[in-house]
T-cell receptor
Framework: EAGVTQFPSHSVIEKGQTVTLRCDPI?????LYWYRRVMGKEIKFLLH????????ESGMPNNRFLAERTGGTYSTLKVQPAELEDSGVYFC??????????????FGPGTRLLVL | AQKVTQAQTEISVVEKEDVTLDCVYE???????LFWYKQPPSGELVFLIR??????QNEISGRYSWNFQKSTSSFNFTITASQVVDSAVYFC??????????FGPGTRLSVLP
């Protein structure tokens, strides 16, 4: 089966611009997660979708970040306007429905965002 | 609060050497799960292992082995007879029941030919 895919693989934008990242989860996976790794630090949770609903968005840093998952399939993460500190690698992961902590999350290759 | 510490930022070994990657975690929950992920140069995070807090049996999978010790809150990962293809960043992660992942900062392993 195809893995989690993310687009674009790299994005370089200027401060103040808008960027939209896309994640296509593994087919049939209800759970979709966004994470990011900033400046080589630890990977941090951003939010969790169950189908099209936001289950937990406690990790979203501020209101410049907007995530959507219309139809419960792919998800987008928009950063508007982008700031320098938003630079990092944004990972998406998906998993089957199941008891929290038990299902294995499969990660995509990440989108490397650089804000100049 | 939950926290994962990977004290080794970078490790370099010569091929065929054994190497152990350390992971120490903090949690107040009694039910939790520990994970190791590998991030090769291609970028994706590859799942390696999941261990729940009630199972302290060590596990071996080929050249990989994991040592879970609740007494020291550690979940160390050993690669035996390392190979160049093992070069990657390795992340240890903690997940309390019903909550989200907390990742460590990662350890970059370089295996030199």
């Amino acid at each position: 089966e195809a893995g989690v895919t993310q687009f674009p693989s790299h994005s370089v934008i200027e401060k103040g611009q808008t960027v939209t990242l896309r994640c296509d989860p593994i087919s049939g996976h209800d759970n979709l997660y966004w994470y990011r790794r900033v400046m080589g630090k630890e990977i941090k949770f951003l939010l969790h979708f169950v189908k099209e609903s936001k289950q937990d968005e406690s990790g979203m840093p501020n209101n410049r970040f907007l995530a959507e998952r219309t139809g419960g399939t792919y998800s987008t993460l928009k950063v508007q306007p982008a700031e320098l500190e938003d630079s990092g690698v944004y990972f998406c992961a998906s998993s089957r429905a199941g008891l929290a902590g038990l299902e294995t999350q499969y990660f995509g290759p990440g989108t490397r965002l650089l804000v100049l | 609060a939950q926290k994962v510490t990977q004290a080794q930022t970078e490790i370099s070994v010569v091929e065929k050497e054994d190497v152990t990657l350390d992971c120490v975690y903090e949690t107040r929950d009694t039910t939790y799960y520990l994970f190791w992920y590998k991030q090769p140069p291609s970028g994706e995070l590859v799942f390696l292992i999941r261990r729940n807090s009630f199972d302290e049996q060590n596990e071996i999978s080929g050249r990989y082995s994991w040592n879970f010790q609740k007494s020291t809150s550690s979940f160390n990962f050993t690669i035996t007879a390392s190979q160049v293809v093992d070069s990657a960043v390795y992340f240890c992660a903690l997940r309390n029941y019903g909550q989200n992942f907390v990742f460590g900062p990662g350890t970059r392993l370089s295996v030199l030919p």
